[in-house]
């Protein structure tokens, strides 16, 4: 049952306009009015268990004494307070103080603030406005031009489309910001809010390990009494602050590639393979190929590629059971998917081709079907991070850029249905999850609270992952190129390749001096 998906494709049975992506959640630009920021301290306390006799036993474990948290008002500077929580029972008044401050926000919701007096100055910029400072787009004469304010502080903020500035509501949702949750953090929080109040909580796990969380979202069930511009269930968002900023940016794929031509749309299958000759396509080509072939490695080639052989694929390692790993063999490829600049490197260095089984190409009806759409962006943030004076900001622009690259990649087939169950019987109890034929696992908290996970029965298939081939691919020529190209014809017999990883190489160097080898 484990592959049993509904498989749901982007774009048919919808209008045109739905089959290309753009950004329309216009809300979202809008500044959250309320964040948390909170940590907890523990000391490690010993369990009292030491006998020598016993193989492995727990020494000492976790105990939380303190909670400190910061709430931030963006609009109110006197609203914003800093507080702590101490003691064996810390982590439940957090989690009451958090419930106190999702009600005095609801209230301020539910003020429905006028709008304050407009000053001359203010109708003269909404009177010479050209573009709704929501989605950035020009008036047109059938617009309703209106004026847009904020419902709690009665703040004029600018002229807007009717449409906008109906949709530009107020966020029903409080982030609170953990420092290094997914780790221990996490799994005391989820058990204080669990039984707490009542309300749903939903997590979304970082891997199938479920006390590995980047984010569990807690829905406040008694703040729906009452109805107010754009809020529903009051939600407390818990997010891992050290997500936004990877530690290991680096190790992600390299920016030269996502610089480089990428394919945007309108694929279709190419019908005459025989006489396509896939040398012939320059780089800078209107039209991109992905192919299907059978690769030969010639067995002359076998003791010069030994080292770092192309065209890596997945496969059960020898002497593994059950997972595949990615490996760079000699052996013979059939059915291997390739963009054309990595298949044109391996015939440069003397693979052979066997037999081509389809071709996708994005064939174009406008002049770049192929285009470096994505290279202005990079450039931009780079240009951003080289101009920023601090880590945070450097971190930050490094990370804009490696987000787009995720996005690309994002499978959906993983994506997992996580609840936190708390009852045995029931629709949504115990009982009737591990019945499911898509259950997937389960991880016991503690006796009245566990956390299942459920495969998803349907996905929709729609994240550009043909894009992120392509960085991938590409990103693999750079790799080859700098080995055959340049440390090859450098160092011939006097290196040997340590280690590889998805971009780079490590190299032991007979040499005496590697720095005026270089120069």
Partial sequence: MRDLIVVALAGYNTNDNDKWLSFCNYNRKKRLPFVVYADLECILEKTGIDDERIPRFTYQHHKIFSIGYYVCCQFDESMSMYSYCRGANCVECFVDELYRLMHRVKSLFLRNTAMNQFTTQQWKQFLDATRCHICEKPFQMEHKRVRDHCHVTGRYRGAAHEHCNVNYQESCVIPVLFHNLSGHDAYFIIKGIANRYEGNVSLLPVTVTKENYISFTKYV??????????????????????????????????YIAMMEPLPYGEFQWMDNIDSFEVMSVPIESDIGYILEIDLEYPYMLHDFHVDLPFCPTREIPPGGKRYEKLLATLHTKER???????????????????????????????????????????????????????????????????????????????????????????????????????????????????????????????????????????????????????????????YTIMYTDTDSLMYLLTCDNVYEDQV
Avoid at 222 to 247: E, I
Avoid at 374 to 396: H, W
Avoid at 410 to 433: A, F, H, P, Q, S
């Fill in 221 to 254: 069930k008694d703040t729906t009494s009452g109805s107010w511009r754009g809020t529903n269930t009051m939600q407390l968002r818990f997010v891992d602050s050290y997500k936004f900023l990877s530690s290991s940016l680096e190790k992600l794929v390299s």
């Fill in 336 to 494: 291997y998917v390739i963009h054309y600049r990595n298949l044109q490197q391996c015939i440069r260095h003397g693979l052979v081709v066997t037999k081509i089984h389809r071709i996708v190409v994005p064939l174009g009806i406008l002049k770049f079907a192929q285009s470096r759409w994505l290279r202005g962006y990079i450039v931009l943030n780079t240009r951003f991070r080289m101009l920023s004076n601090n880590d945070f900001e450097r971190n930050l622009y490094k990370l804009m850029n490696n987000a787009v690259f995720g996005k690309t990649m994002e499978n959906v087939r993983d994506y997992k249905d996580v609840r936190l169950i708390t009852y045995w019987d029931g629709r949504y109890g115990l009982k009737v999850m591990l019945a499911k034929p898509n259950f997937c696992s389960r991880s016991i908290f503690s006796e009245d609270l566990v956390v299942v996970e459920l495969r998803k029965l349907e996905v929709m298939l729609n994240k550009p992952i043909y894009v992120g081939m392509c960085i991938l691919e590409i990103s693999k020529i750079r790799l080859y190129e700098f080995h055959y190209e340049y440390m090859l014809p450098l160092y011939r017999d006097n």
